[in-house]
């Protein structure tokens, strides 16, 4: 019996998808993820069907509780799915050991969380730096991209200079998403960016999002319960009680 040649080792980076549509951007298919609830468990998604293009704004609309948050934890592969499949670039983050996780969602995906997670003792050109010990880069090329990141989100050099609590929250908001997209990501992950932010601020913030999809060719998922912002986005999602449908 002839032997068979070894197993190719790696990541699934070495055996990406050959659907063509998901070898780019974000694809999630047939996910479903449960919590525990007492005796049973609550299902948050139900065979859960999603693909966003590099280049492409989706947003997910749809009540508290109906699984925004869980789809963008499962999507950002910090939680894993009870079953189906998470591609990011047409790798299935499901296959991956912890730490080629991390280094995925360190090198492919950029993350918006709902709470402003600034760290309170740096100015916000800093907030982008410190990401740079881990990535190596040399100091003047890093500063200078964070400075011309900073400045394309609307931050002038004076405000990249000041602390959290020197910025207004659509100024922090703004600050995050110049440090989601320091890593370069092709995905974008945005959870509720304007639940601190009046209506007028929100607007900007979202209009940024679309602007910074269309720049950066990012695959960017915004999710919202705030129907009033969703006029930006190229496809609307709807939620309901872990079942994602297209609203427009
Ligand atoms: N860690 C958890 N353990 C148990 N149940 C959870 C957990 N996280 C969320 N849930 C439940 O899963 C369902 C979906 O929650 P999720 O936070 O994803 O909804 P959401 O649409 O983001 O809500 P909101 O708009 O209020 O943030 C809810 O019924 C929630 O109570």
New binding site residues.
């Given amino acids: 019996m002839t032997p068979r040649p070894p197993a190719p080792e790696g990541p699934a980076v070495t055996a990406p998808t050959t659907d063509t549509s998901l070898r780019t951007g974000l694809a999630l298919r047939g996910v479903t993820l449960s919590?525990p609830?007492g005796e049973n468990r609550?299902v948050?998604l139900d065979d859960v069907e999603l693909s966003v293009a590099p280049g492409e704004f989706a947003a997910v609309a749809?009540p508290?509780?109906?699984?925004?948050?869980?789809l963008l934890a499962v999507a950002a592969t910090l939680l894993r799915p009870d079953r189906g499949e998470v591609l990011v670039d047409g790798v299935d983050a499901g296959a991956l050991g912890e730490r080629e996780r991390t280094a995925l969602r360190r090198e492919r995906l950029g993350i918006v969380f709902q709470q402003s997670n600034l760290l309170a003792s740096l100015t916000a050109v800093e907030q982008l730096l410190v990401l740079e010990s881990v990535r190596g880069r040399r100091p003047a090329r890093a500063r200078a991209r964070a400075g011309e990141l900073l400045e394309s989100v609307g931050l002038s050099g004076a405000e990249q200079r000041r602390r959290p609590h020197q910025l207004s929250g659509g100024e922090r908001q703004r600050v995050n998403i110049a440090r989601a997209l320091f890593g370069s990501p092709s995905v974008l992950l945005v959870d509720e960016p304007t639940s601190a932010l009046d209506h007028e601020r929100g607007a900007q913030v979202v209009e940024l999002l679309a602007e910074v999809t269309r720049t950066h060719r990012t695959a960017t998922v915004m999710v919202t319960?705030d129907r009033d912002l969703l006029g930006r986005a190229d496809r609307v999602l709807e939620?309901h009680d872990g079942r994602l449908s297209r609203a427009r």
């Fill in positions: 919590y609830d609550l948050a749809g508290s509780g109906s699984g925004k948050s869980s319960h939620m």
